[in-house]
């Protein structure tokens, strides 16, 4: 994953507008949840979500890489962070909102993981709870065999970050080259990112077999679509 570029991630996705995401993703909680005040961001990578959920809740964050976790530990001072991965982590306590967003889902790469990690987010909610999670591309909305190129420039660092993206069965896969220079050097490496493909069907069928109703909302934080899934009010 970002095993490379984990120090330049916050960088890479610096025009991402997380305020905003966030801002509207507490919208929809309160509606739904107005009493949640406890919040678990799984897959929270450097804590850019969880910035700001902090303002409104009292969050925790879980993500398998250390070297994001260790930027979101400085981010977010104060905050209980959990190296694990979504699939199977086990935590002492529950959630009123559980959230897995940016795609990060996708990393799971199958559909029995990502079942597994839907099961694994449901039985860490409390009743009544809810698990938003924000999906990567379905199958038939993925693009393939084309090229895509990502420019960053700020004061003493310059990155361009170009991938090519194809397509191996039920996965997205991306080739990503990135050039980055600083006033010391300039260094080119490399990483390959390999995304699972769901259908909504697959996903929905995962948070019905949790034991969570599920809705999906087309649109989502970032146009990538959010299932909304909520447990039992007497859940257990």
Known sequence: MFTKSAPFYDALYNSVDYGRATAQLHDLIQR????????????????????????????????????????????????????????????????????????AIGYVQTVENMSKAIATMAEHLNPGGLLLVEPWFEPDHYWEDTVTANHVEQADLRICWMYSSKRDGSLSVLHIHYLVGTPDHVEHFQEEHRIGLFTRGETIAAFTAAGLSATFDPEGPFKRGLYIGRAAAGST
């Open 32 to 103: 739904q949840a107005p009493h949640a005040s406890t919040l678990l961001d799984v897959g929270c990578g450097t804590g850019r979500h969880l910035q700001h959920f902090r303002d409104w809740y009292e969050v925790e964050g879980l993500d398998v890489d250390g070297n994001l976790l260790a930027a979101a530990r400085t981010r977010c001072p104060g905050v209980t962070f959990h190296e694990a991965s979504m699939v199977d982590f086990e935590l002492p306590r529950r959630f009123d909102v559980i959230t897995c967003l940016f795609s």
